[in-house]
């Protein structure tokens, strides 16, 4: 079992910085891919970013590519989100999603497919 915890969400500006963050306890976190997601108002859970087991992959939602940055440290067991340039429309609450894969898994982008949810931490962007 994995448990996940975000943090780091908040009110920012249109345009400013926020580094969203996803702490995993329990065993074998270095063996899972890992996924954010988010969810705005009204909307479905849509993608937003994954990272390979060991980081080496990652993959973006084509909104957020050149803005967003997703990475991982694997001794910390966490994985950040840092995103740039934010924009009011990416306001939402974000959710860190993980599921154990093996090493040559490709990156997966349904909510579906990852076993292990957080409970959400709210980015809101204001115009």
């Known amino acids: 079992q994995v448990q996940l915890a975000e943090s780091g969400g908040g009110l920012v500006q249109a345009g400013d910085s926020l580094r969203v963050s996803c702490l995993a306890s329990?065993?074998?976190?270095?063996?899972?891919?890992v996924a954010w997601f988010r969810q705005a108002p009204g909307k479905g859970r849509e993608f937003v970013a994954a990272?390979?087991?060991?980081?080496?992959?990652?993959l973006y939602t084509d909104s957020v590519k050149g803005r967003f940055t997703i990475s991982r440290d694997n001794a910390k067991k966490a994985v950040y989100l840092q995103m740039d340039s934010l924009k009011p429309e990416d306001t939402a609450v974000y959710y860190c999603?993980?599921?154990?894969?093996?090493?040559?898994?490709?990156?997966?982008?349904?909510?579906?497919?990852?076993?292990?949810w957080g409970q959400g931490t709210q980015v809101s962007v204001s115009s």
């Open positions: 990272i390979s087991r060991s980081g080496g992959g990652v």
């Open positions: 329990g065993s074998l976190f270095s063996r899972c891919a």
């Open positions: 999603a993980a599921d154990h894969v093996i090493l040559t898994a490709p990156i997966r982008t349904e909510a579906g497919e990852y076993e292990f």
